[in-house]
């Protein structure tokens, strides 16, 4: 199963199960000093630096981690993971305070991170999981790091009780953050949708079941749905297929879908804005009077009864 097929819990599981060992380790296992020699040498094991070693098959990211002497972390992991996060150019890693021979390149793409929640130590290439969502929030701005909340929270891999066991170790100034955790979001671009609905100070629902439709992200004033289209999920002419029957189904009910792409979502949120406030301003007021008529009609309706 390719990693893309797999489920974020898989990944994890993947990403955390044994794949770099100390010295001790191999030796705990049965092998001598020649059988490790003779292992590196045949590229069953990679020496990745003093007293650490690595399967092959070790994700290069990890193994620079280990290289640099640390664990990876923060964003980087979190991507290996397949949780959202907006944009990780450089590589994360955790090191233990008082660290020395860190083996950092000059290039500056590595970001080094100095504290951790916890004192456990189950896995020498990873950092707790708990550990490297802390570190993304720090170093992600608000909406950013929200989104990447709200996916470790909808993947199942905290949960807000985790969260809120976490948030007293941040700086005071992202606290705000955890009573806007929203876990029904099921991509970055469905944060920054439900943020921007905020600001608009419109009416909204998530995740809505409509039948004959099946879940639509957002449900706006009862009558607008929106759908936060991305390459990933809505590639090929079959996915379109089905987003347009879709859109046909749900306008039998009544409902008008627009679909913004999370390209714009993310980029020029004022464009997506200003396009959805006049949607609303042209078609609102009709189906603000269409449910006045209806509601006529049901009482003159009942009244003749």
């Known amino acids: 199963m390719g990693n893309k097929q797999k489920t974020v819990v898989q990944r994890a599981k993947d990403t955390y199960s044994r794949t770099v060992f100390s010295r001790s380790d191999l030796v705990h296992r049965g092998l001598t000093g020649r059988l490790i020699a003779e292992s590196v040498a045949r590229g069953e094991l990679q020496h990745v630096r003093r007293d650490r070693y690595a399967l092959p098959s070790t994700h290069r990211d990890i193994v620079e981690a280990v290289r640099i002497g640390g664990r990876v972390s923060c964003l980087s992991l979190l991507a290996l993971l397949g949780v959202f ?84 170790a941040l700086p005071a100034r992202f606290r705000p953050l955890l009573a806007l955790v929203d876990p029904s979001a099921g991509s970055g671009s469905e944060t920054f949708m439900r943020l921007l609905l905020r600001t608009m100070g419109v009416a909204y629902e998530t995740q809505v079941y409509l039948e004959g439709v099946g879940y639509v992200d957002f449900v706006v004033d009862g009558w607008l749905i929106i759908e936060c289209d991305s390459k990933e999920f809505h590639e090929g002419w079959e996915k379109q297929m089905q987003d347009r029957e879709r859109d046909i189904a749900a306008a039998r009910l009544g409902f008008v879908t627009v679909r913004p792409l999370a390209k714009d979502i993310f980029g020029d949120q004022a464009s997506v804005r200003q396009a959805l406030e006049q949607v609303i301003a042209a078609l609102g007021p009709r189906f603000v009077d269409a449910r006045r008529s209806q509601f006529s009609r049901n009482r003159r309706g009942a009244a003749v009864e």
């Open 85 to 168: 996060v907006f944009r990780c150019r450089e590589l994360h890693v955790l090191v233990t305070p008082g660290s020395s021979r860190l083996r950092v390149a000059r290039d500056g793409k590595v970001v080094l991170h100095w504290k951790a929640l916890t004192s456990v130590r189950e896995s020498l290439h990873a950092a707790p999981l708990i550990d490297a969502v802390a570190h993304s929030v720090l170093c992600q701005a608000p909406r950013e790091a929200l989104a990447t909340l709200d996916s470790v929270l909808h993947h199942g891999l905290l949960t807000r009780e985790d969260l809120v066991t976490m948030f007293p």
